[in-house]
């Protein structure tokens, strides 16, 4: 299947009319979309499909997701959050499945020890074959256990006066990519990315609770074992037929 996924760049960046034009062209069977406005909701009206946004607490913003067949309601995974001072509102990663996948679109946060938190903790809510795909907002290497990094190797982010970053990125487990690139940025300050993802064999043969049972949720103290362990080595929904 081909997924395709684009932070947005919210107000000023990538309108409904730019997502159609990328869809007419790739024709993904998945879109995660970042920074998502309300205005989005125009989609389905553009190119058809089925659309889901979940606001984020405290910002304009969402995240969304469009395929050309209706999808099973997405929903929201609460994130871990920083108890510091004037943290920021919480995040959120909205949990879709197609094809015996399930897909979590993220919009991570900027704190480096916390993104990794933020990942680990969806990692462990997800059963079977899945990915983590979206906006990580994470600098360097990230290992997460029984998961492979299967996106592009390229740079994402380039806004202006600032060194080109790999912020979108796409971890699986059960799955591999015999195609993966970054495509050319348009209106947003990130670069759009599409991958080719196939069931590996293994995974096809068992089903995949019996392949990848739940694992509890990590604290806080299991986790700043696993980290300096892996350092030493309301709902909006649209859809539409299309046209």
């Known amino acids: 299947m081909k997924i395709l996924s ?36 125009e989609l389905p009206t553009l190119i058809g499909g089925c659309f889901y946004r979940h606001p984020m607490e405290g910002r304009v913003y969402g995240l969304a997701v469009w395929s050309p067949e209706r999808l099973d309601a997405p929903f929201a995974l609460p994130l871990p959050v920083s108890q510091v001072p004037g943290r920021v509102p919480p995040r959120i990663a909205q949990i879709v499945q197609l094809s015996g996948v399930t897909f979590a679109n993220v919009h ?72 993966a690139r970054v495509l050319a940025r348009g209106p947003s300050d990130h670069h759009p990315i599409v991958l080719d993802l196939h069931l590996l064999k293994a995974t096809q043969s068992r089903k995949s609770a019996a392949a990848y049972p739940m694992r509890h949720f990590l604290t806080r103290s299991s986790f700043g074992k696993w980290l300096h362990k892996t350092a030493e080595a309301p709902n909006l929904s649209r859809c539409n037929r299309l046209p």
């Open 108 to 179: 991570l946060s900027h704190g480096q020890w916390l993104n990794r938190w933020q990942l680990l903790h969806i990692a462990n809510a997800l059963e079977g074959p899945a990915a983590i795909v979206g906006d990580y907002n994470a600098v360097g290497p990230i290992k997460l256990p029984s998961f492979k990094d299967i996106g592009p190797r390229r740079p994402t982010h380039s806004p202006t006066n600032v060194i080109p970053l790999r912020l979108d990125r796409c971890m699986g487990r059960g799955l591999r990519s015999s195609y």
């Open 6 to 41: 684009w932070n947005l760049l919210r107000l000023t960046g990538a309108s409904g009319k730019d997502v159609a034009v990328l869809i007419e062209r790739h024709r993904p069977d998945l879109v995660l979309l970042q920074e998502v406005t309300e205005d989005l909701a």
